[in-house]
DNA sequence: GGCCGGATCAACCAATCGGTTGATCCGGGG
DNA sequence: CCCCGGATCAACCGATTGGTTGATCCGGCC
């Protein structure tokens, strides 16, 4: 049975070395290379692929400073863009807003994990998602579940979009404009925001959609 | 020459490993003990001073979920209240407001590092700030330096408290009635905070003050 | 004493926001 | 066909916010 063959993405010194350590420790898993941006994976996985040395898993980051960030990345890797069959990736992060998961796991990413997961709980994950099957940090699997259970607590996609374009300090007039609609539009679309989170103004949605992780920094 | 004796404290057990792995690679330093939050690293610190083994250096994170922060330890720190002479405390995080910089550095830190620093810097800062000297990650101590130099941007004492009340949510007449003041004085306020941050609406100013790391999350 | 920054307060008015009511259209499902 | 959710739009009015002008008081500094 030949090792798992993972590729690290962080664009952290510090974390990366703390899961090649951590993962040093897991029987049947081995780290073949790392990169510290979304770009740099795809370029490595692509390196490898040629050298006849494919990968078996991407374990990766979602936010990587300035290079290519890890949705983007696993959608890519998804398509193919660095050979196939695309390996599953498994992100490991400290983002939890239900924006980051829902874009992760359209992207195709295999699992999610945060990175206060114990090691016992990353190794199951690794070996699940190299595995086919889906890796969830039990917090997050609760959010998604929480998401289907309470829809009518759930914002729209066009009510997410406004309220994030409300978060960047954009009016009503503004909001209109750039999504070409009426303002009057945009105002019953807070109503609905509003009444969703148990707010009555504009600042109090942004700090219930914040601390709720329904929206974070842009 | 002995070793420096560091104690690690970061709630990512992941980070902690990565920190072990990159401290076992400095000559001259060596990890005595670990701590998931500010709380254990004091009763570490208190155990390991019993023992006649105390600590050269404290090496830790600001936030720790639910435990003591790092800036609260660091000043329990300096007061004594784990042993005297209280170790140094280097700053080793992924946060980087001024809020966050200037709470740490108020508290007693003899440095702050970010977590995207290479080893070589991590290196250099831990062996300075266990000699004593002040160890500061170059774009920490750019912000500082920009702080320092910027003065009319900088926002007052009672200005940086109504943003901060306003960005959780609350109108002028709550804010006013939180601080025992008239709404005019909010509104006087928030003229003053617009200008300094050049916007024109609540939300935009929130934004801004989030972006420039003046505020964030409550 | 004068100057400055900071804090406080008021009045006034225009602009924007919030709430309400009402409506239409579309697509999907039963 | 009906129902529902979602998106869009309007009108109206009260509430809040933003902008302006003006003022006083305090403490620190020269």
Redesign the pocket.
Same mark, same amino acid.
């Given at each position: 049975m030949p090792d798992i063959r993972v590729l690290l993405v962080d664009d952290h010194p510090v974390v990366r070395a703390g899961l090649r350590a951590m993962l040093a420790d897991f029987d049947g898993v081995t780290v073949v290379s790392e990169a510290a941006d979304g770009g740099a994976a795809l370029a490595e996985l692509s390196r490898l692929n040629a050298l006849g040395e494919p990968v078996d898993l991407v374990l990766m980051d979602l936010q990587m400073g300035r290079g290519m960030d890890g949705a983007t990345a696993t959608g890519r890797i998804k398509a193919g863009a660095a050979g196939t069959p695309p390996p599953p990736v498994l992100i490991l992060t400290t983002y939890d807003t239900d924006a980051d998961i829902l874009a992760a796991v359209e992207a195709g990413a295999a699992g999610y994990m945060l990175k206060d997961a114990p090691p016992e709980q990353i190794r199951q994950a690794v070996l699940s998602a190299a595995a086919g099957q889906t890796a969830l940090a039990p917090g997050v699997a609760a959010r998604l579940m929480g998401h289907i259970r309470n829809?009518e607590t759930a914002l729209?996609? +066009? #009510?997410l979009q406004i309220l994030e374009l409300l978060a960047t300090g954009l009016?009503? +007039?503004a909001i209109?404009r750039q *999504?070409f609609?009426? #303002?009057?539009?945009v105002?019953?679309? *807070?109503?609905h925001i509003?009444a969703k989170l148990g707010v009555?103004? +504009?600042t109090a949605a942004i700090a219930v959609a914040r601390q709720r992780r329904i929206i974070r920094d842009s």
């Open positions: 829809p729209s996609p +066009r #009510e009016g009503n +007039r209109a *999504l609609i009426s #303002e009057a539009t105002k019953t679309h *807070l109503v509003y009555d103004n +504009r």
